[in-house]
T-cell receptor, first 110, second 114 residues
Framework: SQELEQSPQSLIVQEGKNLTINCTSS?????LYWYKQKYGEGLIFLMM?????EEKSHEKITAKLDEKKQQSSLHITASQPSHAGIYLC??????????FGTGTSLTVIP | NAGVTQTPKFRVLKTGQSMTLLCAQD?????MYWYRQDPGMGLRLIHY???????AKGEVPDGYNVSRLKKQNFLLGLESAAPSQTSVYFC?????????????FGPGTRLTVL
């Protein structure tokens, strides 16, 4: 199975602060996805990274995949209360299965 | 477009009862999935389907059955519910393989088994 470890498990930050969430795999990733889940709701797609060294940004969120394609980070600049939620990384395998990390719960204090 | 819908949104069952969760998508996606989400464990894949008439086991399939008789629908069944199946269930769909295609998620079904 594809194991994805996320850290930290939870994060409480003051509004305006920067933060980083990490996702580490024991195997080479074919495609690494970041999703966000608002409490009590379904998941929303944020970004997908495929190539080693790839970096993507959307508004104040930047995701990177390392050269070895085994580690990804999600960085939020100048956090806002709207960024609060659970962030999950996920990846498929050579078959059609998909695995998620355990998630990082983010609280942003106004 | 409604995207991915799930019914019901909430359900309480007694141990041993059976029920079916319905997932529907209107995006003409080939792949559909059922996940469960438990505290501290992220989402785990129960079963998935790569097309109409096909089903396959995921990471945690025991105690569940699925059917995909129509391309747009994916049903998850619990034949004899157990308290360990108390969870939030999410359905998702994607155009093609999840390794290279974004999944679209439903709003979830919160199931409690007493």
């Amino acid at each position: 199975s594809q194991e994805l470890e996320q850290s930290p498990q939870s994060l409480i930050v003051q509004e305006g602060k920067n933060l980083t969430i990490n996702c580490t795999s024991s195997k080479t990733l074919y495609g690494l996805y970041w999703y966000k889940q608002k409490y009590g709701e379904g998941l929303i797609f944020l970004m997908m990274l495929q190539k080693g060294g790839e970096e993507k940004s959307h508004e104040k969120i930047t995701a990177k995949l390392d050269e070895k394609k085994q580690q990804s980070s999600l960085h939020i600049t100048a956090s806002q209360p709207s960024h609060a939620g659970i962030y999950l990384c996920g990846a498929g395998n050579t078959g059609n299965q998909f695995y998620f990390g355990t998630g990082t719960s983010l609280t942003v204090i106004p | 477009n409604a995207g991915v819908t799930q019914t019901p949104k909430f359900r309480v069952l007694k141990t041993g009862q059976s029920m079916t969760l319905l997932c529907a998508q209107d995006m003409n996606h080939e792949y559909m999935y059922w996940y469960r989400q438990d505290p501290g464990m992220g989402l785990r894949l129960i079963h998935y389907s790569v097309g109409e008439g096909t089903t396959a086991k995921g990471e945690v399939p025991d105690g569940y059955n699925v059917s995909r008789l129509k391309k747009q629908n994916f049903l998850l069944g619990l034949e004899s519910a157990a308290p360990s199946q108390t969870s939030v269930y999410f359905c998702a769909s994607s155009r093609d393989s999840p390794s290279y295609n974004e999944q679209f998620f439903g709003p979830g079904t919160r199931l409690t088994v007493l």
